[in-house]
Nanobody, 125 residues
Framework: QVHLIESGGGLVQAGGSLRLSCTAS????????MGWFRQIRGKEREFVAT????????DYADSIKGRFILSRDTAKNTVDLLMDNLKPEDTALYYC??????????????????WGQGTQVTVSS
């Protein structure tokens, strides 16, 4: 079973940056599809970004494309989410998730088997 721990959340002003990190244990991130999701208070959890093990090109939600970068570090067994030009609407609880490699349905919550506990990101205006 894959265990995931997120870190790096915090409070930042609009326009600022944060780097979230997800550390995996139980399997290598080079074998897994690794994703980031977020949940804004009162709303459903939504897709942010994901990366299959057979590619170096992440898939991003339109709302964050061009501002967030997902990267994988196999030596550390982590996946990072670098978030630039943050906006107040990015305020949410951010979750790391892991699933089997897939070609379709990679944005769906149900396609992920393991989840972290989440890390809070708050962007002030």
């Amino acid at each position: 079973q894959v265990h995931l721990i997120e870190s790096g959340g915090g409070l930042v002003q609009a326009g600022g940056s944060l780097r979230l990190s997800c550390t995996a244990s139980g399997d290598s991130v080079s074998n897994l599809r690794m994703g980031w999701f977020r949940q804004i208070r009162g709303k459903e959890r939504e897709f942010v970004a994901t990366l299959n093990p057979f590619t170096t090109s992440p898939d991003y939600a339109d709302s964050i494309k061009g501002r967030f970068i997902l990267s994988r570090d196999t030596a550390k067994n982590t996946v990072d989410l670098l978030m630039d030009n943050l906006k107040p609407e990015d305020t949410a609880l951010y979750y790391c998730a892991a699933g089997a490699p897939a070609f379709i349905g990679i944005r769906y919550l149900s396609s992920y088997d393991s989840w972290g506990q989440g890390t809070q990101v708050t962007v002030s205006s």
